[in-house]
Nanobody
Framework: QVQLVESGGGLVQAGGSLRLSCAAS????????MGWFRQAPGKERERVAC????????YYADSVKGRFTISRDNAKNTVYLQMLSLKLEDTAVYSC????????????????WGQGTQVTVSS
């Protein structure tokens, strides 16, 4: 059982930046692809980014390409989501998830989930 804990969310003005962290309870290097998802009120959860177990492949939603960067430090069992040029529409609860197979855009194909962290972008 892998436990995931997100941190780094908060309130930021439009155009600002935040870095989210997802700490895993056990060694996840090479075993798990890690994804960041978000869910805004009244909307379905969507995958924002995903990184392969080795870190050599990354995937992004079109809405965040060029603004968000996913990375991982396997020595620290931690995955990051650097978010730049934040927009009002980035407001959501952000969650990380682990999958023991390659990255998938489907939310129901991830094995473990964190509780989520709120990101609020204000004007």
């Amino acid at each position: 059982q892998v436990q995931l804990v997100e941190s780094g969310g908060g309130l930021v003005q439009a155009g600002g930046s935040l870095r989210l962290s997802c700490a895993a309870s056990e060694r996840t290097s090479s075993r798990y692809a890690m994804g960041w998802f978000r869910q805004a009120p009244g909307k379905e959860r969507e995958r924002v980014a995903c990184i392969s177990g080795s870190g050599d492949r990354t995937y992004y939603a079109d809405s965040v390409k060029g603004r968000f960067t996913i990375s991982r430090d396997n020595a620290k069992n931690t995955v990051y989501l650097q978010m730049l040029s934040l927009k009002l529409e980035d407001t959501a609860v952000y969650s990380c998830a682990a999958r023991s197979l390659p990255c998938s855009s489907s939310t129901n194909r991830y094995d473990y989930w964190g509780q989520g962290t709120q990101v609020t972008v204000s004007s």
